[in-house]
Structures are given as C-alpha cells and as structure tokens.
C-alpha cells in the first residue's frame, strides 16, 4: 500500500484545488451532496484500479450521485444487520443481568472479555467485507458484484492486511479531515473531501493488490 501517493496524487494535477473544492461544495447540501461527493471518491478508486493517470477526477452528478447512493446502499446492507444484531444482544444482555445486580452469576461477568472480543472481530470483519464489496462495485461498476460473497471471501483471503489498512487509516485521516476548521469553519467541507479522495485512493489501491494476488493463484480458488 502506497499510503503517501493516497495524499501527493492530487500534486500531479495543477488543477487539483479547483477540483477537489467542486466535491467540497456538494458537501454544502445535505445527504444528496455527501452522496455526490463520495460517488466522486468511488472515481478515484476506480482509476486506481485500472492504473490510470493519477489526475483528479472532476465532478459529474449524472453519474456520481448514483454511485455515492450506491456505496451507502452497500454499507448499510453490510453494517446494519450486524448493528442490530450487536444491538439486540446488548439490550437482552441488560435485561438478563441488569447493571449492579448482586445475582448475576460471576460466569457472566468471567466471560464478558470474550462478548468483547467477539463483538470487535464481527464488526472488524464485517467492516472489511464492507471495504471488499465497495472495491468490487468500484472495479466492475455492477452493484450485484458487491454481494458476490464467494468473490468478497477470496478477494479478503487474497490480501487481509491491505483491507485491514484501508480501515485503520481513517485514523489519520478523520483529524485531516476535521482540522478545516480551523479556517473559519468553512475549511472544513474542502479537508473532508481532501480526506474522503484519499481514503478511496487507499481503497482503489486494496482492490487492486487483491486482484493482482487472486489472478496470480497465490490464493486457493474454492469450488
């Protein structure tokens, strides 16, 4: 992963403040602007993936508004099933054994660290599935290629630490993001796109390798 070309690709276009400030002012205009600018990062992975000149896509509603509402669409198919879920247990958990309640058997309290670790290892791979299955739209503009789970299986399988590092580096990036608002707050529409462009670089670049390693055979295909 090429973590410093995710930030410097926009340097090699000389026009690359103009264009990211068109995604930023989409992000002025609620939920349809956040939809328009991330389908305008999803374009950033796709020339990633297809190798492409690293100059910064423009904005284009036409095409990128669908895409930004698809991305959501596969996140939420992800991620919400799984929140509920976590959720539920949660609730039922507090109602069985409520809070300070002398009764509750220590074998509950003995086994809490591993509901802990459980409920982090499902939402950690299911985060990555999530960062699979948005690459696989990403890579092949089909959105049923998104829940494709034998191909979101080996494309995980193929290149764990690269999705992983997708992930981890939103570290980084939610304070570059945030810092905009330093600039009389208004900054900060154009550092989350800045940030948004160079988290789906990252994701283009996750994509990419997996392939490479899928097609390679380094990874057993399953029948």
């Not at 992975?45 to 669908?66: C, F, K």
């Not at 330093?182 to 160079?198: Q, R």
Request: glycine letters at 10%; hydrophobic letters at 55%; aromatic letters at 10%.
């Amino acid at each position: 992963m090429q973590f410093a070309r995710a930030v410097k690709f926009y340097i090699a276009d000389e026009h690359w403040f103009r264009k990211v400030l068109a995604p930023a002012a989409c992000l002025l205009v609620p939920l349809l602007g956040l939809a328009a600018a991330t389908g305008w990062a999803l374009e950033i992975s796709r020339r990633v993936i297809r190798n492409q000149t690293d100059a910064v896509p423009g904005i284009d509603l036409r095409r990128q508004l669908p895409d930004g509402l698809a991305v959501w669409a596969i996140g939420l198919v992800y991620l919400l099933p799984v929140m509920a879920l976590l959720g539920a247990g949660g609730l039922l958990s507090a109602r069985i054994f409520p809070a300070g309640e002398s009764g509750a058997p220590m074998a509950f309290n003995s086994y809490w660290w591993g509901i802990e670790f459980f409920t982090a290892a499902l939402l950690l791979g299911t985060a990555m599935a999530t960062v699979a299955a948005v690459g696989r739209f990403a890579d092949t503009g089909a959105f049923r290629a998104a829940f494709q789970v034998r191909g979101i299986i080996k494309a995980i399988r193929s290149a764990p630490v690269v999705f992983l590092q997708v992930i981890l580096a939103w570290v980084p990036l939610s304070p570059l993001a945030l810092s905009g608002i330093a600039v009389c707050g208004v900054g900060l529409f154009f550092t989350t796109a800045f940030a948004l462009g160079s988290g789906f670089h990252l994701l283009g670049q996750a994509q990419r390798l997996a392939a490479e390693k899928a097609a390679s055979g380094l990874v057993p295909v399953q029948t």
